[in-house]
Structures are given as C-alpha cells and as structure tokens.
C-alpha cells in the first residue's frame, strides 16, 4: 500500500489583531504624516521606480519615533515568539528581535517585484489599508528554481501543491513566512494607495 507524506512544509502564518479599528487609525495617520515629511524615503522611491513611499532606506526608529508603531511592535513581537514555537525554531534560549521596520505606501497601479530578505529569520507585513481592489500577496515555491523539466501545476490543484499562491489580506491582518520565502505584491488595482507595515526578525 502505497504511502505519501507532506515533507519540507513551508508555513504561512496569519492572524487577526484584536481591536485593530483603532490601532489602524492611528497607524494611518502616523504613515501618511511619516511618508509627507520623509524627504530621503521619498527620493530613494522615486529613484527606484516604487510608485508611492516606502521608507525602507530611510528610517530605521519607527518604534521611537512613533507611539502607534510602538504598539504594533509589541504586539508583534508576540505573534513572532508564537510563529517560531509552530516552526521548532531551537534558538538556545534566545528570542527573535526585530531588526528592521518600515512603511509602505503603494499607490494604484503600483508593485513590488519578487524578493527574499536575507539575513533574517522571519519576515512579515501588517496591514493598515487595504481598500477594495488593494494588492493581494503573491507568494513562490521555495522549490521553483529546482524544478526544471517538471510540467506546470493543475489550475484546480490544492493551494499546498502550487507553484504560486495569492493571498489577500485585510486591515488588521499580520501575515509572516521564513524569510526565505520569495514573495511579490502584484499590482495594486484600488482606487486608493494600500498602507502596510512590513519587518525583519533576526537571531
């Protein structure tokens, strides 16, 4: 009798944030007020073509420079212990620690092509505002590159057996993966920019 397991699973973790409503108020206010004044952020995306604001290379105080982003790290914090007891993380003793944060902006019509994080040990977005029509989250098999000759995916096939799999968040949801993982935001077709919250935790 034949026997298949599941082996090597790649593990998306998703959760709902309680009382995010007023959490998120805040959060928006503070990334559209952050985006306006930071002129580097804005510069470093205008010359890297992102449509929008990111401050990726521009900031790296989010936490002290603002209350409601503080709040968010502690919440975060909680959920990435609980993410890494599910993954069997042997960390001797030692907790993850947030390594970097940043505010994304992405305008209609904007994207954010395919990438890893490296140097770090889980990776993850928040997410402030996702109007109706707002980007989903395009995530790759680890495995893609390895599979030269293998013949495409059913379109019916399970979401554990595909080559990609597209998962729309809503405001409130945190959404983390191993940083390993390639992920893309495909293009955002709402009328309005979709806010998020994205970070590295590193060992």
């Known amino acids: 009798m034949a026997e298949i397991k599941n082996l090597f699973v ?7 944030l309680e009382d995010a409503r007023t959490l998120n108020a805040d959060l928006l206010k503070s990334c559209r007020a952050i ?17 929008g604001y990111t401050s990726y ?9 603002d209350p409601s982003i503080g709040a968010l790290k502690q919440v ?21 620690k947030l390594d970097s944060i940043w505010i994304n902006v992405l305008e209609p019509g ?14 993850g977005t928040y997410y402030v505002d996702t109007p109706a029509g707002a980007s989903a989250l395009k995530l790759e098999d680890p495995r893609h590159a390895m599979m030269m000759a293998a013949p495409p995916r059913l379109e019916d096939a399970p979401e554990e057996d595909r080559t ?3 998962v729309t968040p809503k405001a409130g949801d945190v959404l983390m993966w191993e940083s390993y993982l390639r992920h893309e935001v495909v293009a955002n077709a709402a009328r309005k920019s979709r806010v998020s919250i994205s970070f590295n935790y590193s060992w």
């Open 10 to 16: 790649t593990k998306l973790y998703r959760a709902a």
């Open 35 to 51: 985006a306006a004044d930071d002129e580097a952020g804005q510069a470093w995306s205008k010359g890297k073509g992102y449509k």
């Open 57 to 65: 290379a521009s900031l790296d105080d989010l936490p002290k420079r």
């Open 76 to 96: 975060l914090d909680k959920h990435v212990a609980k993410f890494a007891r599910e993954l069997h993380l042997d960390l001797a003793g030692k907790k993850l």
């Open 110 to 123: 904007g994207v954010h092509s395919g990438h890893i994080h490296p140097h770090s040990v889980v990776s």
């Open 164 to 166: 990609f799999v597209y």
